[in-house]
């Protein structure tokens, strides 16, 4: 997601208030430890109490270089590679249980890039760990068939599974595994009409504007896992010029005046995905690396300021949808509230 020795040194250079802002608190204690999950389901995120320690102790390893941070990571990837953690569907196996795990698979993916090659990791445990992460990429991602007529082959489910297959091919270098996300990127272009909304996200009556956000988070990762590989997303243009920045001015558009939806919806908009949803995650966490890329956006203004409007907090962003804590990835002291 990131170029880890860049962003160091930029933290470095940051005072040390900000850095604990940003990326939360230098500690060597009080780090949860969590079972092993083996069951996903579509009821529910499988494993999201560790995904939430994963993005807290990526940061601190990425901030801190917390020694601590990093067994924490290690420690539970070994235990689930060993008892084949998430690796079991139960109940009605449809689009929902693979999206629940892609939820939890994309941070365990970000967190693991960052102890990789920690060289107290062993090697036979770095095997165990990769053929476990490998396993479940696949299975939920390029070898499962998937039929191209449901809306969640199409939508946000399918962006977000390919983010997934794409940070696992970016990290083990299966170029064929990375180009899945520039393909769907590709073809998300193509789905937007030219007012930049999305039309199987915004044909979702009062949650128009929830979906379209859910969608971009996907492409915003998408994007910056490209641009770490010397791909540029962001200006990439559909046949009638479209680019990400459209999808983002809808979205800012339409949280600030109501009658953008009206070709598409008369409903009021839910707009809580502009301030923390539960468990610590904040859905706008994307907004770090967009801002950090174009800092002067007026779109960026437009939902930096919805956002203070609804009491969002300040400081630390993360969500399992970015892959991890987006403001110690990305923020600055200009570019984060």
């Known amino acids: 997601m990131i170029v880890t020795e860049k962003r160091r040194l930029e933290l470095k250079q940051m005072p040390v208030k900000r850095v604990r802002q940003l990326c939360g608190p230098d500690r060597d204690s009080g780090w949860p430890s969590h079972g092993t999950v083996r069951n996903v389901t579509g009821g529910h995120q499988p494993a999201d109490g560790m995904a939430l320690t994963f993005m807290k102790a ?3 390893v990425l901030a801190w270089d917390n020694a601590v941070a990093k067994r924490v990571i290690v420690k539970h990837l070994i235990r689930f590679a060993r008892k084949g953690g998430l690796s079991r569907l139960r109940g009605e196996i449809d689009a929902n249980t693979y999206y629940n795990l892609d939820r939890t698979l994309l941070p365990i993916i970000v967190s693991y890039s960052f102890v990789r090659d920690d060289p107290t990791l062993k090697s036979k445990d770095r095997e165990r760990i990769e053929a476990w992460l490998d396993g479940l990429v696949r299975m939920r991602g390029p070898n499962r068939v998937v039929d191209p007529m449901r809306i969640s082959s199409r939508n946000n489910h399918r962006y977000l599974r390919d983010s997934v297959t794409m940070a696992w091919g970016a990290l083990i270098g299966d170029d064929a595994l990375f180009r899945e996300g520039i393909r769907r990127f590709t073809i998300a272009l193509g789905q937007m009409r030219d007012d930049g909304s999305l039309p199987l996200e915004t044909d979702r009556g009062q949650l128009a504007l ?22 540029d997303l962001y200006t990439k243009t559909n046949s009638r010029g479209g680019r990400l920045d459209d999808m983002i001015g809808f979205l800012a558009r339409g949280v600030t005046d109501p009658s953008v939806l009206e070709r598409y919806t008369l409903e009021p908009q839910d707009l809580s995905f502009l301030v923390e949803r539960g468990h610590d995650r904040h859905y706008m966490s994307w907004l770090e690396a967009y801002a950090a890329r174009f800092p002067d956006d007026d779109n960026v203004r437009l939902l930096r300021d919805a956002m203070k409007r609804l009491g969002a907090r300040q400081g630390e962003r993360l969500d399992d949808y970015s892959g991890g804590m987006t403001s110690c990835f990305f923020a600055t002291n200009s570019t984060i509230d």
Do not use: P
Not at 213 to 231: D, K, P
């Open 58 to 60: 990526a940061a601190a």
């Open 210 to 231: 929830f979906y379209q956000r859910h969608a971009i988070a996907s492409l915003v990762a998408i994007a910056e896992m490209a641009a770490t590989q010397g791909y």
